[in-house]
């Protein structure tokens, strides 16, 4: 080893795999003889084939350090030697699963504390870990799979590596490597691919090791990032930052937050709100901390900072987490103080943002999107008519002031035109009558102040007065002209709205789904309701939204035109005209909906006798024909026992025998039907108790005279306690088992096999015969449906319906599923049973 190499640390390469079988080992193996072939000094110090071909085969001709043999409780174990490796002083040293416990008595509990002494002695390490063994998602893959994993590695080992690489595969194609034979032995393989090793599960392993990687790797670029003085934005990832105020605009800011978070894969959003430092700021703390929640809910986080300059705050917050977009709320401030009070938050926002995308949303608080405005009245309030009043009191003075102030003989044009932009700005304020108003006002004004004789409301010249009566009539023909234009902006913005009213009401009723809420829940927003509800004839409460509507102080509406139409009840101020034409329109859509709603009723309720009728049809069927040949069996020969007095004694066993069979075949027929009737009723009789699912197995399979050349039982003896009905249980083992020996071929056994998945306990039963398609998967689950088995002697075609029946009636399941290689496995779930009360026992 050269001086270097012994003053520095090694460096750590981890490969990382989100499930045993990725191919972690293998490619750590590759890696090692394509560094060996370089000339590189490379050995190894520990690798677990677990007897895969491929992996030995990568063994051969390499470097190897011998193995450490130790003996535990008399079993001898190999482990890798530490001493061993750091005497050798490789270049790179290969160690696989690093997670590994090593056995009691070693120098260090933990194999990635023999990893790091190699890395002090400045030996570089190449190894493997599966993210299922990492401490701070040990959890999460316990509640994914359903087993706890017991060898653990702190994150901070892992995260402390040079390099970090995953080792990916499709789920499909582990699962396909496994059913190979590649990954486990042939008698593991089943009960791998229907535990660990799920479509769902591989998946959802996969996503954990990926975003935990990409946590890294944003956690890498930031320090890189600060070791270099980069200060501006990388936009590697996705991340939104939702500017939060305590108002009530905040949950549409979240959902909108986090829509755009979720176009992206690995999207995060980050909730912020800005405090004030003297904590005087107004705000609401019960709507942040329901805020609160829902950021948790939608998966993102909450941050509260500290800040009087809340534009300049939330811009290097924004900066700070490399934020790509900012989504703030439109100012719920008025015109008038917009006016008053500069731009806002909005827009400095956007001018510090730099190269941070800002989105301003707009929200009910910023001036309601759905109410529809009122023209009745004026086209201007009371308010917009009082300021326009008082625009005319005050600036009238001052501009009269100002005139007289600069007053010549000339001037009296400038004079009657800033007059009339007065006139002219009152109009646009405050409507007509503050401009008639103002337009008079500056006309006596004009006499008063500027025409000779001045101070004097006479005027000594006649073309005055025909010119201040015309300055009066256009005055007003402009205030008419401009509260005209208010009117109709007005007009087309209630025109706009009720459009808009209407598509989503027609959108509603074409949705189906709570149609009727979603009508009524408009109804009250559009006119500004207080409460509205919908009864029915029999005063039943179909819907309703807002504010209970008090007796006796509604408007009542009828809805449809049956004999006893449905009543909707308006809660509010009166509607004016247009609003009432607009009602009309809704009612008739209300209407609809709820004769929507009470076909798709009637469909069901058809669809179900429908059903009913089906199967009545098939028991007729099935009692005409399967019935038919026990019965007549039976008849025949106890007639011939009744009916004959010489026959011989094994004449007359064989009838007893005739009718002893065909008595208890038309037994075991009527009992499937009864049951099957009492299932489709909901009247089956469930008595479930704590149970241990190998005795009704062997039960089962001693029900049907099968033995071990027919059935193999890979009985789980650790399984805990399931919550069933033991007789049910084993009716349902029966039939399925049944089933699968007989579409089983004669050079193979059916397997019968359990395990735990989360809260449940899993009873598979795999054959190796054709199978079932999936698109007829459903159909082996219907009554007096054989599949295509004609052999009559078989039944009824009850078996697997009654076997659904009964498992749904234990709060199970049973589902078909395909059997690696070909074949049928019929999945029997079963809920485990809560834990006993210890002291009740004891008292018992």
């Known amino acids: 080893m050269t001086p270097e190499r012994m003053q520095r640390r090694g460096r750590l390469r981890v490969l990382l795999g989100a499930a045993p079988g990725v191919g972690k080992t293998f490619e750590m ?239 995060e959003m980050l909730a912020v709100h800005v405090a004030a430092q003297d904590g005087l700021r107004d705000e609401t703390p019960g709507a942040l901390a329901a805020q609160r929640s829902l950021v948790e809910s939608l998966g993102g986080s909450f ?7 809340i534009p300049e705050t939330l811009v290097e917050f924004a900066h700070g987490a490399d934020a790509t977009q900012l989504v703030i709320g439109v100012s719920r401030r008025g015109r008038l103080a917009a006016a008053l009070t500069g731009p806002g938050i909005g827009s400095e926002v956007i001018r510090r943002s730099g190269d941070i995308d800002v989105h301003i949303v707009t929200h009910a608080a910023a001036g309601g999107r759905v109410a529809l405005p009122r023209i009745t009245g004026g086209a201007l309030g009371w308010r917009r008519q009082l300021l326009g009043f008082a625009v005319a009191l005050v600036f009238g003075p001052l501009l009269s002031w100002a005139m007289f102030a600069f007053r010549s003989p000339e001037s009296i044009t400038v004079e009657v035109l800033a007059f009339q932009l007065l006139v002219v700005i009152v109009a646009l304020v405050g409507g007509l009558r503050p401009a008639v108003f103002a337009a008079v006002l ?168 429908s059903e009913t009728d089906q199967v009545r049809s098939a028991l007729l069927s099935a009692v005409s024909h399967d019935l038919r040949r026990p019965l007549a069996s039976a008849v025949a020969a106890i007639g011939g026992l009744r009916g004959a007095h010489s026959l011989s004694a094994s004449d007359r066993e064989e009838l007893l025998a005739t009718a002893d069979e065909s008595l208890a075949t038309l037994s075991s027929l009527v009992t499937d039907l009864l049951d099957v009737s009492r299932v489709q009723a909901g009247v089956l009789a469930v008595s479930t108790m704590r149970l241990d699912v190998a005795g009704p197995v062997l039960a089962a399979v001693d029900e049907l005279g099968l033995g071990p050349s027919d059935v193999e039982l890979a009985l789980d003896a650790g399984l805990p306690a399931v919550s069933a009905d033991p007789v049910l249980l084993q009716r349902v083992l029966v039939n399925v088992i049944a089933n699968a020996h007989r579409h089983s071929p004669a050079d193979s056994r059916v397997i019968v096999s359990t395990s735990t998945i989360g809260d449940h306990a899993e009873i598979r039963v795999i054959d190796r015969g054709k199978g079932v398609p999936a698109e007829k998967r459903d159909q082996i689950f219907q009554p007096f449906q054989r599949l295509g088995d004609t052999d009559n002697t078989t039944g009824l075609g009850l078996g697997l319906a009654l076997s659904r029946g009964f498992a749904e009636g234990m709060s199970g399941t049973l589902t078909p599923e395909d059997t690696p290689g070909g074949g049928l496995t019929m999945v029997i779930s079963l809920p485990l049973a809560a834990e006993p009360d210890l002291m009740q026992e004891e008292t018992e």
Do not use: C
């Not at 941050?303 to 300059?309: E, F, L, P, T, W």
């Open 29 to 267: 193996l590759v890696e090692g003889r394509r560094l060996l072939d370089e000339g590189r000094d490379v050995v190894i110090a520990i690798v677990e084939t677990h007897e895969r071909a491929a992996t030995a085969a990568q063994t051969i001709g390499m470097p190897e350090v011998p193995r450490r043999t130790d003996l535990h409780r008399g079993v001898p174990l190999s482990e890798m030697d530490l001493d061993a490796v750091l005497a050798r002083r490789p270049e790179i040293a290969l160690v696989d699963e690093l997670a590994h416990t090593n056995t009691p008595g070693s120098q260090n509990a933990k194999r990635w504390q023999d990893v790091d002494v190699l890395l002090d002695a400045g030996i570089d390490v190449v190894t493997t870990v599966n993210v299922q063994h990492i401490e701070s998602l040990n959890a999460v893959v316990e509640k994914i799979t359903g087993i706890a994993q017991q060898e653990t590695i702190p994150d901070a080992v892992v995260r402390a590596a040079d390099e970090i690489e995953v080792v990916d595969l499709a789920p499909q194609s582990l699962r396909d490597r496994l059913s190979a034979g590649l990954v486990y032995p042939a008698e593991r393989i089943d009960a791998a691919l229907s535990n660990y090793f799920r479509l769902g599960n591989l998946t959802a392993l996969r996503e954990l090791a990926l975003l935990w990687l990409a946590d890294e790797v944003d956690s890498a670029l930031r320090s890189y990032r600060a070791d270099h003085g980069i200060e501006g934005t990388w936009q590697a990832r996705e991340r939104v930052v939702v500017a939060l105020t305590g108002g009530p605009e905040g949950e549409t800011l979240l959902r909108r937050g986090a829509r755009i978070a979720a176009r992206s894969a690995g999207g």
């Open 303 to 309: 941050h509260q900072i500290i800040g009087d300059d």
């Open 442 to 609: 500056s006309g006596i004004t004009l006499d008063f102040l500027f025409v000779s004789p001045i101070f004097t409301i006479t005027i000594a010249h006649p073309l005055h007065v025909l010119a201040l009566a015309l300055y009066v009539v256009i005055a007003i023909l402009v205030s008419i002209i401009v509260d005209q234009a208010a009117r109709r902006a007005r007009t087309a913005q209630r025109a706009a709205a009720e459009a808009e009213l209407l598509a989503a009401v027609a959108g509603n009723v074409l949705r189906g789904d709570n149609a009727v809420l979603a009508l009524v829940s408009r109804t009250r927003e559009a006119f500004g309701l207080t409460g509205v509800r919908l009864l029915a004839a029999d005063g039943e409460v179909l819907a309703s939204d807002g504010e209970p509507v008090p007796d006796g102080r509604s408007t009542t509406i009828a809805v449809g035109s049956g004999p006893a139409p449905a009543v909707l009840e308006l809660h509010g101020e009166p509607l004016d005209t247009p609003a009432r034409r607009l009602l009309d329109a809704i009612v008739a859509q209300l209407a609809a909906a709820i004769e929507h709603t009470d076909l798709r009723a009637t469909a069901r309720e058809v669809a179900a006798l």
